[in-house]
């Protein structure tokens, strides 16, 4: 790939086959450990008061308030001190936060409710970053069924889209570090799910006459945001489909899916359509891709993915996509050989597929 293209793979970040962890994370790790030594109180004294509230019998007013008031607190300096709590104790007290953010608030405050998300969405991914957390089979699934939840939603207009990136952000760490503990039912409905997130739906497609201007700069911003959930679902794909294909759980129908999805968000940014198709198209357009930051990163996304999902499995267990897949992803991977180049240095004056 060129330059331009190497650059924007790397700025991402993400995960890869490697077992060592990116450089991203022990800047996390140094950050969020320095602000705990700091000070503030052990992990058990910390969470003392969501346990007390859960084991009430009052209404869920009280464990509201406690679980805001301890994710308020570690989303300033980072997750408490373990003190003397063990991963296991720590991972169990993740979960009954999971629950309490994830309870039904009979009063409508849905600000709170997604405040509370997010707010879980930074602790959870700075304790993995730490590696705090006992990642066994109850946890990860646990976890897993929380996010399926909140990217799983009846109004997409009521979807925010910023709350929605930052969970797939933290659901590609936990599968990068734990994907392999989920079962093949849990493994399909995550891969449904994410690949409803890949594809653009509602960014505003042509505009006439006078609904130019603002609906035009609304329709842009919403395509930046659909990039930008895309790519981080492209992500999520990739550890997923990565870590549980070692031990069979990814179905070949759902790994053809993840083939197909790659295939059509590519195609849907060379020709700067509305909505991607269903599959892999069967006429791919011949345009060069667009070379402004967030294309690059959604690309470098798309491509990593199909890097690392291409042969999943290994052994008697690999998984391959048919060929009309394997071709239109081919196609699409020889014009990046002069992406981020001026197209006339390009080999034949920069045209397209022709590179």
Same mark, same amino acid.
């Not at 790397?10 to 705990?36: C, I, L, N, V, Y």
């Not at 549980?244 to 083939?259: D, I, K, L, T």
């Not at 470098?300 to 999943?312: D, P, Q, W």
């Given at each position: 790939?060129?330059?331009?293209?190497?650059? &924007?793979?790397?700025?991402?970040?993400?995960?890869?086959?490697?077992?060592?962890?990116?450089?991203?994370?022990?800047?996390?790790?140094?950050?969020? /450990?320095?602000?705990?030594?700091?000070? $503030?109180?052990?992990?058990?004294?910390?969470?003392?008061?969501?346990?007390?509230?859960?084991?009430?019998?009052?209404?869920?007013?009280? %464990?509201?308030?406690?679980?805001?008031?301890?994710?308020?607190?570690?989303?300033?300096?980072?997750?408490?001190?373990?003190?003397?709590?063990?991963?296991?104790?720590?991972?169990?007290?993740?979960? %009954?936060?999971?629950?309490?953010?994830?309870?039904?608030?009979?009063? $409508?405050?849905?600000?709170?409710?997604?405040?509370?998300?997010?707010?879980?969405?930074?602790?959870?991914?700075?304790?993995? &970053?730490?590696?705090?957390?006992?990642?066994?089979?109850?946890?990860?699934?646990?976890?897993?069924?929380?996010?399926?939840?909140?990217?799983?939603?009846?109004?997409?207009?009521?979807?925010?889209?910023?709350?929605?990136?930052? /969970? %797939?952000?933290? %659901?590609?760490?936990?599968?990068?570090?734990?994907?392999?503990?989920?079962?093949?039912?849990?493994?399909?409905?995550?891969?449904?799910?994410?690949?409803?997130?890949? /594809?653009?739906?509602?960014?505003?497609?042509?505009?006439?006459?006078?609904?130019?201007?603002?609906?035009?700069?609304?329709?842009?911003?919403?395509? /930046?945001?659909?990039?930008?959930?895309?790519?981080?679902?492209?992500?999520?794909?990739? &550890?997923?489909?990565?870590?549980?294909?070692?031990?069979?759980?990814?179905?070949?129908?759902?790994? +053809?899916?993840?083939?197909?999805?790659?295939?059509?968000?590519?195609?849907?940014?060379?020709?700067? +359509?509305?909505?991607?198709?269903?599959?892999?198209?069967?006429?791919?357009?011949?345009?060069?891709?667009?070379?402004?930051?967030?294309?690059?990163?959604?690309?470098?996304?798309?491509?990593?993915?199909?890097?690392?999902?291409?042969?999943? $499995?290994?052994?008697?267990?690999?998984?391959?996509?048919?060929?009309?897949?394997?071709?239109?992803?081919?196609?699409?991977?020889?014009?990046?050989?002069?992406?981020?180049?001026?197209? $006339?240095?390009?080999?034949?004056?920069?045209?397209?597929?022709? +590179?």
């Amino acid at each position: 790939f060129s330059p331009f293209f190497r650059n &924007a793979a790397t700025d991402m970040g993400g995960w890869h086959e490697a077992s060592r962890a990116p450089p991203s994370r022990a800047r996390r790790e140094e950050r969020r /450990s320095f602000a705990a030594r700091a000070g $503030g109180a052990p992990w058990r004294v910390a969470i003392a008061p969501v346990k007390d509230a859960a084991r009430s019998s009052s209404s869920g007013d009280a %464990l509201r308030t406690a679980v805001r008031s301890f994710l308020d607190d570690s989303s300033g300096l980072g997750p408490p001190p373990d003190g003397d709590a063990s991963p296991a104790e720590i991972s169990a007290d993740v979960l %009954l936060l999971a629950r309490a953010v994830n309870r039904p608030d009979v009063s $409508g405050a849905g600000e709170a409710s997604t405040s509370g998300r997010g707010a879980l969405d930074a602790l959870v991914g700075d304790l993995l &970053a730490a590696q705090r957390l006992h990642l066994d089979r109850e946890f990860v699934a646990t976890l897993a069924e929380y996010y399926l939840g909140a990217l799983t939603t009846d109004d997409d207009e009521k979807e925010d889209p910023r709350a929605t990136q930052t /969970s %797939l952000k933290t %659901l590609a760490q936990l599968l990068q570090e734990g994907g392999a503990h989920l079962a093949a039912r849990e493994v399909d409905a995550l891969i449904s799910a994410l690949l409803a997130k890949v /594809s653009y739906k509602k960014t505003g497609g042509d505009l006439a006459g006078g609904e130019k201007g603002g609906r035009e700069a609304e329709s842009r911003n919403a395509r /930046s945001g659909a990039r930008d959930t895309a790519r981080h679902a492209f992500n999520a794909l990739g &550890a997923l489909v990565s870590r549980a294909s070692q031990g069979g759980c990814v179905s070949p129908r759902a790994h +053809v899916a993840v083939g197909e999805a790659i295939v059509a968000a590519l195609d849907a940014e060379t020709r700067g +359509v509305a909505s991607s198709p269903a599959g892999a198209p069967a006429t791919l357009g011949r345009d060069r891709p667009p070379e402004d930051a967030g294309s690059a990163r959604l690309f470098a996304a798309a491509t990593r993915c199909a890097h690392v999902c291409a042969g999943a $499995g290994g052994g008697e267990r690999r998984l391959t996509w048919p060929d009309e897949v394997v071709g239109a992803l081919v196609t699409h991977l020889r014009r990046f050989f002069a992406y981020g180049l001026n197209s $006339g240095s390009a080999p034949g004056g920069g045209g397209g597929d022709e +590179v």
